[in-house]
């Protein structure tokens, strides 16, 4: 890179207007460390790199002021950017998936001469998407009580807890003092009342100082974060033990035994491209994974659960609570829940699965990390 770009290569770079950098220079948003010899405006590299940031998050949706707020942080630096970065960019990619779902439900409604009511065109395609999504959590996803004890007693004797990722509080231990973290908005206005007090931060940079609690967990959320590694070294920083209940992504043979993604939902193995191996994650927090057989009558409906229930993955609210079918797009989902139904309705599913009736738990590749 040139020692320094002059306004007019920035903007043409960076697909904005000269006048829009001069701007952000006036509102001291970014303001040029140097001119060139006849007195224009001049970035450095530490000026392009505060540009990108805004940028993005100006493309986010963010206003000014907070993006000022924001870029101002002597906490974060670009690293943490880019990680927060990410992690709003795939959030907004989920809610446009979730979008494209509810488009082609109504699609498929008119085409069959149904017309949705004004409510449910409201909280379809209005700002309450997201939370009618996010509204699924607390009717089908709950504390399961097998694997809330194997989790309970791997945090030991540990009276402060922090729970990272906490969602709507499932599986936080109730007669110790609990910190919840959580990012989502959606999900912190879901926790009942008489919750334990949740912050809103991000796993990648928790707000404690180092070995604040004498145990941190995490359930069920890692695969949501955008550096699970880093997240993980982090708990780590902040806690004396370590709990987290996640799944082993680098092991193919639990993939092809869970007939779901076996028979019917081939691109689930899409999701797992790039993400962490056991052995990383284990890494992170320096310690080991223990199997977790799920319960054939598991309370908790995470896209495992049902494994010997296959009519419970017909239900529209069972999906909804449970990322992956958003994330692997209405086409997949359709297609898969269209040909499981089938073969239910012929017995092929029974046929094919009979091995799995008289189990009363499966290994399907859940770990509990401890260290």
Not at 118 to 130: D, I, T, V
Not at 278 to 297: H, K, Q, Y
Not at 340 to 364: F, M, P, V, Y
């Amino acid at each position: 890179m040139e020692e320094h770009l002059t306004v007019g290569r920035v903007a043409e770079l960076a697909g904005v207007t000269v006048r829009t950098l001069h701007h952000y220079d006036d509102i001291g948003l970014l303001q040029p460390s140097a001119r060139t010899v006849a007195g224009y405006r001049a970035y450095s590299a530490d000026d392009v790199e505060r540009l990108r940031e805004v940028l993005a998050y100006r493309r986010l949706g963010f206003g000014l002021r907070e993006i000022a707020d924001l870029v101002d942080d002597p906490a974060t630096d670009a690293v943490a950017h880019l990680r927060r970065l990410r992690g709003l960019l795939l959030e907004q990619r989920d809610h446009a998936a979730a979008m494209v779902t509810a488009i082609d439900r109504e699609l498929q409604a008119r085409a069959m001469g149904i017309r949705t009511t004004p409510e449910e065109q409201l909280k379809m395609f209005g700002a309450q998407l997201y939370d009618a999504i996010g509204s699924a959590y607390p009717a089908t996803r709950r504390t399961e009580p097998r694997i809330a004890a194997r989790i309970w007693d791997a945090l030991g004797d540990a009276r402060t807890v922090l729970n990272v990722g906490a969602g709507t509080g499932s599986y936080e231990p109730p007669d110790r003092d609990v910190t919840a973290v959580e990012p989502s908005a959606v999900m912190r206005a879901q926790r009942p009342a008489g919750a334990a007090p949740c912050v809103a931060a991000a796993a990648e940079s928790l707000p404690f100082e180092d070995q604040s609690f004498d145990a941190a967990m995490a359930v069920s959320t890692v695969h949501h974060w955008p550096d699970p590694v880093a997240g993980l070294r982090e708990m780590k920083r902040v806690a004396r033990r370590v709990v987290v209940f996640t799944y082993d992504a680098d092991n193919t043979g639990w993939r092809e035994r869970f007939w779901l993604t076996r028979d019917y939902l081939p691109e689930f193995a899409g999701l797992l491209v790039g993400w962490p191996s056991l052995a990383d994650l284990t890494r992170a927090i320096g310690g080991r994974a223990e199997p977790v057989p799920i319960p054939w009558d598991c309370a908790d409906g995470f896209f495992e659960a049902h494994w010997r229930r296959p009519e419970a993955y017909l239900d529209e609210h069972v999906r909804r609570a449970v990322s992956v079918w958003t994330r692997v797009g209405p086409q997949a989902e359709q297609r898969a829940v269209g040909k499981l139904r089938g073969d239910l309705s012929s017995g092929r599913w029974a046929e094919r699965n009979r091995d799995l009736t008289g189990l009363d738990a499966a290994e399907l590749g859940l770990r509990l990390l401890i260290a």
